[in-house]
């Protein structure tokens, strides 16, 4: 299909645009990069590093979509890093679409959407770029902290899956019902999480200076990984082309640890 079909859409379906205005988003969100006037491969990916990038040429990838772009604000000098990873984008004559806070918030295929359902919450509620609902029965942090471990688990160079260890601070109550999901870096979020009822807070990554709000707050958070919390949306987001446009995808994995 043609390109500018496919970023139209895009741009509809995220509120790509409204998203970025309203939420003041660093990120340059939509077509960073111009490539192929024609898609026939999708590629998905959490960041657009150079190992993404040559991933996605090897693969035969036209259209890549990422949660993390290479545009964040202000402007960059074609140097360095920069310079390399745009050429080897127009060498490969791929597309980079990067949509970071509107696929975080977007309900359907947003991460903490994705996240929330996988989870099994219910009544959900937007909070901040996240949700908050109710575990229909309540359950331990121990037991979350599995769970999150095992939805976020990667493949090793053999395929098999193996799940990730997350960080618990346990400040409040042993099992909980009310749960905010905010992926990425979500830390900050810790107290306005508690003033709307959650008992558990679910982010990425922690910050120092969040670490005894949790406990004086008496309040539970669970820590699943930057990267580990963001690679849902790029993937619901490839599966909904597909099942649109009928075209096929790749999730190019490529972990940070963080």
């Not at 150079?50 to 000098?77: C, M």
């Not at 745009?86 to 359907?108: M, T």
């Not at 575990?135 to 193996?162: K, V």
Request: net charge negative; charged share 20%; hydrophobic share 40%.
């Amino acid at each position: 299909m043609h390109r500018d079909v496919l970023v139209g859409w895009l741009d509809e379906l995220l509120r790509t645009q409204e998203i970025s205005k309203l939420y003041r988003d660093p990120s340059l969100n939509g077509l960073q990069v111009e490539g192929k006037e024609q898609v026939t491969k999708i590629g998905a990916a959490v960041d657009a590093a150079q190992a993404t990038i040559t991933k996605a040429i090897e693969l035969g990838v036209d259209f890549l979509i990422v949660h993390h772009g290479l545009f964040w604000g202000g402007q960059h000098p074609v140097v360095g890093t920069h310079k390399r990873r745009l050429e080897a984008l127009f060498r490969g004559g791929i597309n980079l679409y990067a949509s970071h806070l509107p696929l975080d918030i977007h309900p359907e295929v947003g991460n903490n959407a994705v996240i929330a359902q996988k989870l099994g919450l219910v009544d959900l509620e937007p909070f901040e770029v996240g949700y908050i609902g109710r575990l229909p029965q309540a359950r331990s942090i121990a037991d979350l902290a599995t769970e999150m471990g095992r939805i976020t688990a990667t493949a090793d160079e053999f395929g098999n899956l193996i799940a990730n260890q997350c960080l618990i601070h346990q400040g409040g109550p042993s099992e909980v019902s009310r749960v905010a999901v905010v992926s990425g870096s979500g830390s900050d979020l810790i107290s306005a999480a508690h003033s709307r009822g959650a008992e558990l807070l679910i982010t990425g990554e922690p910050k120092h200076q969040n670490f005894h709000e949790t406990f004086e707050r008496g309040m539970n958070a669970i820590y699943a990984g930057h990267y580990d919390t963001e690679t849902f949306g790029v993937k619901a987001l490839a599966e909904r082309i597909e099942k649109e446009f009928g075209l096929p995808w790749v999730f190019i994995e490529h972990p940070t640890g963080l």
